[in-house]
């Protein structure tokens, strides 16, 4: 068992503090698990371009909650946590768009598979 002054420490100290939202982070992490698991399924099949969809509107949902919580992001998690959160979301929303634009651009004929 850790000692509470290292418990205190680090990106994710704020878990110490407020226990109750790892079942609020458990919930969100399992649910992006799942989505993403249905996206590369779906990536298989003839109609792909909806899955890019649902894609960059899953990474813009924490992206969004991500600024709009700004503040207390930077207090309980750090710039560092904020700017890796930012960086990860952005560059999968831009993943997406990629894809959806060579799809109605003509140049993507095939999914994944």
Do not use: C, W
């Amino acid at each position: 068992m850790m000692n509470s002054k290292s418990a205190q420490q680090g990106s994710f100290r704020f878990l110490y503090e407020m226990p109750f939202v790892e079942v609020g982070l458990l919930q969100a992490y399992l649910l992006m698990s799942f989505l993403g698991v249905t996206l590369v399924i779906g990536s298989f099949s003839e109609k792909f371009v909806k899955f890019d969809i649902v894609g960059l509107i899953a990474h813009l949902i924490p992206l969004l909650a991500l600024f709009a919580f700004r503040n207390q992001v930077h207090q309980f998690m750090g710039s560092s946590t904020f700017l890796a959160s930012f960086l990860i979301h952005t560059s999968f929303i831009s993943l997406e768009a990629l894809a959806i634009a060579l799809y109605f651009k003509g140049q993507r004929a095939y999914g994944v598979g």
